[in-house]
């Protein structure tokens, strides 16, 4: 049976110039390289410069994906920004990035779904453009934490860095069978009961102010490797594949153990598993497409090869992708 894909023909992404090592919020708040690197797996994080709001972020992922996918820009009818930090309550940051792309056609609009935000976006743009409701989509993952970061609390300052990523997609025909390249899987999940374990505690329609980060670490980290798991096994389930099939693991960065405990949960090898949580931190809704752009650009992520993402945020959100590159 011929049906459309939406297929992955570029990628790229941003990180901002300056670094934060542990070593320096040691010598800001109490905290040491050791308890950071034990319990998460974080070396480093890049933090925004003031003249880079999310939009320029972005913006400079966007467009090194477009040059890896090597199109116009005016080919791109789909833009889905996924932040949970956008420049102002609106407009929403995919139109400033729209803009800077000098694209006027099609839609632009930001998705709010944390940590889960790539997954989320990717999932809806893959509705449009398998349904023909676009062509081609620009799929972006943008944050900068750095600043609803609450820097006196050390439980929640440490974990954060900003950072972008993006995809391009294109709508292409497909048998509808796995071998087809492209989104192959979606599912995505919520659960509004856990608000108060992970929230920012300001908000245009609330307190009239930005607010800063706040998060019960330990119990995010419990329903993390739970939901995690359970959205990759519908995926399993779905398409008879297991772990073992997987050609690369691309999960949401958030701790290393998280990331070492659904690889183990779900059979697979930690050789196929991409890792960047060391070095970018916990980027939110970027920290997925950044990972992807990283061992795309290096070439361990090949054409034709099976790339299964998942993430888990804010909310609770949570869901997976299963993509043929
Ligand atoms: O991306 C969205 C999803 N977010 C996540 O997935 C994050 C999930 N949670 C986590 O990654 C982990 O729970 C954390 C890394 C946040 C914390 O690790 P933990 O092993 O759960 O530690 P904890 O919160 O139970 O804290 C253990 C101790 C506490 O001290 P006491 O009460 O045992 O005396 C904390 O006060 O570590 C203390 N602590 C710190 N010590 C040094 C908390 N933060 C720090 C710190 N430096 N930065």
Redesign the pocket.
């Known amino acids: 049976m011929s049906i459309l894909r939406s297929q992955v023909v570029g990628c790229g992404s941003y990180l901002p110039a300056r670094i934060v090592t542990n070593a320096e919020l040691a010598a800001r708040?109490?905290?040491?390289d050791e308890?950071?690197v034990q319990?998460?797996g974080i070396r480093q994080r890049h933090v925004a410069a003031d003249d880079e709001p999310t939009s320029v972020v972005g913006l400079k992922a966007a467009q090194a994906a477009i040059a890896d996918a090597g199109i116009d820009p005016s080919e791109i009818d789909l833009i889905i920004v996924a932040t949970a930090t956008p420049d102002h309550t609106f407009p929403a940051t995919a139109t400033q990035i729209q803009a800077a792309l000098g694209i006027t056609g099609g839609a632009a609009f930001d998705l709010q779904a944390?940590?889960s935000g790539f997954v989320f976006a990717l999932a809806t743009a893959d509705k449009f453009l398998t349904t023909g409701g676009a062509r081609a989509a620009l799929v972006i993952g943008a944050e900068t934490f750095s600043r609803i970061l609450d820097w006196e609390d050390?439980?929640t300052c440490?974990?954060f860095g900003d950072g972008a990523g993006a995809v391009v997609l294109k709508a292409a025909p497909g048998e509808g069978t796995l071998a087809d390249r492209g989104i192959l899987t979606t599912h995505i999940r919520s659960d509004g009961r856990h608000k108060d374990k992970?929230y920012v505690d300001g908000g245009a329609g609330s307190t009239k102010t930005v607010g800063f980060l706040r998060?019960e670490?330990?119990e995010?980290?419990r329903h993390?490797v739970t939901n995690l798991a359970e959205t990759v096994r519908h995926t399993f389930e779905q398409t008879g594949l297991s772990g073992a099939d997987i050609d690369w693991f691309v999960p949401?960065q958030?701790?290393r153990?998280?990331i070492d405990a659904t690889a183990d949960k779900l059979g697979i090898s930690h050789d196929h598993v991409v890792v960047t949580v060391d070095r970018h931190g916990?980027t939110?809704a970027a920290s997925i497409p950044l990972a992807l752009a990283e061992a795309h650009a290096d070439g361990r992520i090949k054409r034709g090869q099976l790339v299964l993402i998942e993430a888990?945020?804010?909310g609770f959100t949570w869901g997976s992708a299963l993509i043929r590159w």
Request: hydrophobic content about 50%.
């Open positions: 708040v109490d905290t040491s308890w950071i319990r998460t944390v940590c050390r439980a440490v974990l992970l998060m670490g330990k995010v980290f993390a949401h958030a701790n153990r998280i916990n939110s888990m945020g804010g």
